[in-house]
């Protein structure tokens, strides 16, 4: 049997559609900070040129089930202060964003969050180690998951935790650790003990945000919009205990199912194939397709990555990816 690694009280219930969670928001301990716009750097040119690298097929195929590791997602709302300004959303309306874009080549390795319900930490730490490689052209080392899992008060170690859980805990002038130079902080499954106080190297950001309206899902051209501008990753979740989506192994994801939000994962590139986006930012039920970082290492999926329809043919999200996007502002 798959274990879950679900707190169920603060699990998120399902709800269909694209403004799928509610808008009355638990109030959060979070030093917002300013300066959003700062944060993004023009991709102009060289964001037109990235390459899907991957040839887009129409099926998928199914891994053992023995592959499949924990997830761990609790769910927690967060207030309007801390979702992006509506004049930084309009600006990146009006950006002109590639049918395809594919940042994996920039990335920092796959990685393993094993039998711990930490998916949260995992996206996280590589959402932070990510965009610090891509902005400055180098990969700043291994991010402590064990330092979250042990020390984060906004989680429940391997039972799970979600966006607050890392970002609040990382706020500005709080480091994110990094393996300390002893070994105390190396990933272990939750079963470190990593000081309080971070040893070692450590990163540091300006602020985080959540992509979108306040109790509304981010569009597609909200999530592309930022990509496209920063050149960097953001964090997303997903239910991935729904249908064949945690069994698969390569090609394009079509099997969606929309269920329970239960694991984190990260979204570093997209196809449009050539769709327009609507109104609502969105394009066409069944097209477009995103290329989504996991991890449970490189034995799953394409060498740790997947292919997913963005939709299903009724347009609901496919396995409700992105029902919830968080980004970091860098120093």
Not at 38 to 43: A, G
Not at 157 to 170: E, M, W, Y
Not at 254 to 276: E, F, P, R, T, Y
């Amino acid at each position: 049997m798959i274990k879950r690694c679900l707190v169920l009280a603060f699990a998120c219930v399902f709800i269909a559609g694209a403004q799928s969670f509610a808008s009355d928001k638990t109030q959060v301990n979070f030093d917002q900070g300013t300066g959003v716009n700062s944060v993004v750097r023009s991709f102009g040119k060289e964001a037109q040129s990235k390459k899907f690298s991957s040839s887009v097929v129409k099926t998928y195929t199914i891994a053992p089930y023995e592959s499949i590791h924990e997830t761990g997602f609790i769910h927690k709302s967060l207030p309007k202060s801390d979702w992006e300004s509506a004049s930084v959303s309009a600006q990146r309306m009006s950006l002109p964003i590639p049918n395809t874009f594919d940042l994996r080549p920039e990335l920092t390795p796959i990685q393993d969050q094993g039998q711990c319900g930490s998916c949260w930490a995992f996206s996280l730490t590589a959402t932070n180690r990510d965009g610090h490689a891509i902005a400055d052209g180098k990969d700043p080392g291994d991010l402590s998951q064990e330092w979250l899992v042990d020390n984060s008060p906004e989680a429940d170690g391997c039972n799970g935790g979600d966006f607050d859980s890392a970002n609040d805990f990382i706020h500005p002038g709080q480091p994110l650790a990094g393996s300390d130079p002893q070994g105390r902080c190396f990933y272990q499954e939750g079963a470190g003990q990593c000081p309080a106080k971070p040893q070692g190297p450590v990163m540091r950001i300006k602020a985080w945000h959540m992509l979108g309206k306040p109790g509304h899902s981010p569009s597609e051209r909200d999530i592309e919009a930022y990509m496209t501008k920063s050149g960097k990753p953001v964090s997303v979740d997903v239910a991935a205990a729904t249908g064949d989506w945690e069994n698969y192994q390569s090609g394009v994801y079509n099997g969606c199912k929309m269920g329970q939000i239960d694991h984190m994962i990260n979204i570093v590139g997209w196809d449009n194939q050539g769709a327009k986006f609507g109104k609502n930012g969105n394009l066409p039920p069944g097209k477009g397709v995103w290329i989504l970082r996991n991890s449970w290492g490189t034995s799953w999926g394409m060498n740790g990555y997947m292919l997913s329809k963005m939709t299903d043919a009724q347009g609901q999200r496919c396995n409700d990816v992105a029902e919830e996007a968080a980004y970091f502002v860098f120093k």
